[in-house]
């Protein structure tokens, strides 16, 4: 039951963000990938969705997204990744990103719940929980993520997927890094994905 509540809980901070970020407009269009942004009130970022289809099954995307520390291979600016938690349906992981000089790293702490969809799809609901961990020497906490991963299949051996998100990275960043951060984390995140998804 207090799983179940836990996961009501991100679903409405989801369904919160996507209220609150509804005019979505394309970016990128490139090698098959959709990147769309959309304002955010209250907020000097933008949200950003990436789209991409892929020739691969549910199962191989999972294993790909399962394996934390290995995914941080194809996550954009992802320097390291570990899990701290599973329980169920739930995790807890803990990241390091790279950023660029003279902006202090970033780290982030995200609580994910996935869930199953009776056509085999999956959806994995991304909630940033900063106070988790103690802050780490020489990085930023990340104060805000909320987002989400939908894997669904389309048939003929293709899966559809949507990685959406909205960031607070706290301290103070440049307009430029986060404008192009929007874009890149995205586009490339679901490339590289599908480069090793496709592969296997």
């Not at 549910?58 to 899990?83: F, M, N």
Request: glycine share 8%.
């Amino acid at each position: 039951m207090r799983i179940k509540v836990v996961a009501l809980c991100a679903l409405g901070l989801l369904a919160a963000s996507i209220a609150h970020a509804e005019d979505w407009k394309l970016a990128k269009d490139e090698d098959g990938i959709k990147v769309f942004l959309s304002e955010v009130p209250g907020s000097k970022y933008k949200a950003y969705r990436g789209v991409a289809t892929m020739k691969t099954d549910i199962a191989t995307l999972r294993a790909l997204q399962e394996d934390v520390a290995g995914s941080c291979a194809w996550i954009h600016e992802c320097k390291d990744q570990k899990l701290l938690k599973n329980e169920g349906a739930q995790s807890w992981t803990y990241t390091r990103f790279n950023t660029p000089w003279p902006v202090t790293p970033r780290d982030s702490v995200i609580h994910v719940t996935s869930e199953l969809a009776a056509d085999g799809g999956v959806t994995r609901i991304l909630e940033g929980v900063p106070k988790y961990l103690p802050e780490a020497d020489g990085y930023v906490r990340v104060t805000q993520v909320v987002g989400f991963w939908k894997l669904v299949p389309k048939g003929a051996g293709e899966v559809e997927v949507t990685y959406q998100a909205h960031t607070e990275p706290g301290g103070s960043v440049p307009s430029w890094l986060a404008n192009s951060f929007v874009v890149d984390a995205p586009f490339n995140t679901l490339k590289a994905m599908r480069q090793r998804a496709e592969k296997r």
